[in-house]
């Protein structure tokens, strides 16, 4: 059996890596790049940094910063307008996860046309689109590595997953000393997101020797730094392991897909609006405990590799020890509950079926080593609830 194996051409990791976009843009013959980002990097200045590196380059440069957390499909046409204004030829996206997900959706529609809604999965985004080279500020959601990208359909409030190599940056500048800023909140969210990556993808059911690879690198220096990111954000060893880690992670299931987790957090954000890296970390424990007993021996190489196993246990012992190792890292984290967020339980119990469905439709699901029946998820909200 073949395997395609899908990562962006160019990987540029290390310090500084910020201030060399004009040169990775001029290698690809773009002459009008538009920074994609939003209103905080604006503030900080590094909307500002990224655009004066670009000019330096003798590139006439713009800076759209309309982004949102969670992107909608209305929330899309400010920026599509921006692109229209620019006459852009090329896309740097420049922050976390909804920055770099709302600059692929633009990329595509810029150059397609038609609405986000078309190309939700299972349809597969081939191109063309204008180029993006993804500059991630966060250390968790891998999107500058993936095919993927998450938008909610402004009408039915569906998170949609929208997928396929059309999406895939050109190039990805994972450049550790953005995330020296990161809050201790955002250090936990976005690292149990990308160890959500990385275990759902080497458990997954499309996974594959080589996304195997990427995800146990990336499962063995979660293990070693995420604590030591959380508890000293200037810790620049720890955040740089971590910063590898998430793009690793993000390679892995971007070839090998996601699953029960993310089926089920998308729609955390779409009706609660819970950022994604937090709505993993809800449920991340809960579904892993679902899932452990139909892929034993795979959970049992997390937790080695983890570090919270070795081999002298048991695959049973070593996969119960990861479970508990995820259920103790989100208390030292402080993860919040649906309930501790301040969310209503009655408001809660009525969007649950509706929830439900929504994760199954995603496709997500399918790919977990134990696939649920709705009923089955309906079970799961209501236990992460408290």
Known sequence: MSIDINTPPILRFGAG????????????????????????????????????????????????????????????????????????????????????????????????????????????????????????????????????????????????????????????????????????????????DALTHAIEAYVSRKANPISDTYALAAISRIGRYLRRAYRDGDDREAREEMMTAATLAGMAFSNASVALVHGMSRPLGAHFHIAHGMANAMLFAEITAFSVEHAVERYATCARTLGVATEADSDAAAADALVQELRTLAREVEVPTPATRGIDRAEWGERVPVMAQQALASGSPNNNPRVPTAEEIEQLYAAIYE
């Open 17 to 192: 890596g910020v201030d060399s976009i004009g040169e990775l843009l001029q290698t690809l013959g773009a002459e009008r790049p538009i920074v994609v980002t939003d209103g905080f990097l604006v503030s900080t200045g590094l909307a500002a940094r990224v655009a004066d590196a670009l000019t330096a380059a003798g590139l006439q440069a713009s800076v759209y910063d309309g982004t949102i957390p969670d992107p909608t499909t209305d929330s899309l046409e400010n920026g599509l307008e921006a692109i229209r204004a620019h006459e852009a030829d090329s896309i740097v996206a420049l922050g976390g996860g909804s920055p770099i997900d709302t600059a692929k959706a633009l990329s595509a529609l810029a150059v397609r046309g038609g609405h986000m809604r078309e190309l939700k999965a299972p349809f597969q985004f081939t191109g063309p689109a204008l180029p993006v080279i993804a500059v991630p500020t966060t250390a968790g959601t891998g999107s500058e590595v993936t095919q993927f990208t998450i938008i909610t359909d402004s009408e039915t409030n569906e998170k949609m997953l929208c997928a396929g190599p059309g999406y895939l940056p050109k190039a990805a500048v994972v450049d550790f000393e953005l995330t020296v800023s990161m809050p201790p909140r955002l250090t936990a969210d976005t690292g149990i």
